[in-house]
């Protein structure tokens, strides 16, 4: 017998959360860019609302208002912590790759609240490309941004999660706008996006670095990111040629590697996989029928929602990280 109905009409909160979980956590995840530390504010919101007295949230009017509220609230002073963070960080930094939900492992999230990767909609808010420019900006920014632009918030709501007056909400929401316009590429059809990944895959597994350079355009980059614990090189490399030799070099120290078409925060992507286990998993911008960007991301506690097991993660300083970068699979 299924107790949840009654336990909700007893308790709208309890309602809200069941109701708002997808938005909650596609919010924070977007505001975050990491999916653990999201799954971690939806928690804290959760937990701050049954820590009111009953009365209290009783006179809550609207409980899903609310939740959403203390929910960007803890991921602004999140934020503000992060660039702190993100200094100490071993090599680049890449926000958190999303399979999707028929990548999820079973089991991984329990509480029969759904798996929360399955719970972000993969949108093109959440492709890499977007999330990377979020990055760029401050988090009051990011936060107007994404509540107005992608959830379609009014800045008077916005306004009091942020403590500003909803004028300088609609400015923060402007000035990301254009930074957001200024990054963005041409868009790409899904079939000519997934079609040049997978080319790109077979240029790599057959070792042919003409077909490589090919496929990359003349100024790509690639950013890798190991976070200390998986070997990655430390900086951006870029160059289509350079790019390619070190794929090529990566590919001879990693024998066994198995590539995978797969989806990546809704867009065409590569996972590498040693032994069954998930070692990389690579995003791609395609502009002018060339990729232009990869994001490799190692660092194993990013690669949770692709089931890659806890063994993976041996702490490594950064020279370690520097030594191991050609063992980057």
């Not at 079973?106 to 959440?126: C, F, H, N, Q, T």
């Not at 990301?176 to 000519?192: D, F, I």
Request: aromatic share 6%; glycine share 10%; charged share 25%.
């Amino acid at each position: 017998m299924d107790i949840r109905p009654e336990r909700e009409a007893a308790d709208p909160g309890l309602s809200a959360i069941t109701r708002e979980r997808r938005q909650l956590i596609g919010l924070a995840y977007r505001l975050l860019g990491s999916l653990t530390e999201a799954e971690d504010a939806v928690q804290e919101a959760c937990a701050r609302w049954y820590a009111l007295p009953g009365p209290r949230r009783e006179a809550v009017a609207s409980p899903g208002a609310w939740l959403t509220t203390v929910t960007g609230r803890i991921c602004l002073d999140l934020l503000g912590s992060a660039r702190a963070r993100r200094e100490r960080y071993v090599g680049e930094w890449v926000p958190e790759p999303l399979p999707d939900g028929t990548e999820w492992p079973a089991g991984r999230a329990g509480g029969g609240g759904g798996d929360p990767a399955d719970l972000v909609a993969l949108d093109e808010s959440v492709d890499m490309a977007f999330l990377v420019v979020l990055e760029a900006m401050t988090p009051a920014e990011r936060v107007a941004f994404i509540l107005h632009d992608v959830f379609r918030y009014p800045f008077t709501e916005v306004a009091a999660i942020v403590d500003r007056t909803p004028a300088a909400c609609r400015q923060l929401a402007s000035s990301a706008r254009r930074r957001v316009r200024a990054a963005r590429a041409p868009a790409v059809p899904a079939g000519e996006r997934a079609r040049i990944v997978r080319d790109f895959k077979q240029a790599w597994e057959a070792q042919d670095i003409a077909a490589l350079v090919g496929l990359l355009d003349p100024g790509a980059t690639m950013t890798a990111d190991g976070g200390g614990r998986a070997g990655a090189v430390l900086r951006p490399v870029v160059g289509a040629e350079r790019i390619a030799r070190h794929l090529l070099g990566l590919a001879a120290r990693a024998p066994g590697r198995t590539l995978l078409e797969r989806s990546v925060n809704g867009r065409p992507g590569l996972v590498a996989q040693q032994g069954g286990a998930t070692m990389t998993v690579a995003a791609f911008e395609v502009a002018d029928g060339r990729i232009t960007r990869i994001w490799a991301v190692r660092n194993p506690e990013k690669l949770r929602a692709w089931g890659t097991p806890s063994s993976a993660s041996g702490v490594r300083t950064e020279e370690g990280a520097a030594e191991g970068a050609g063992a980057e699979g």
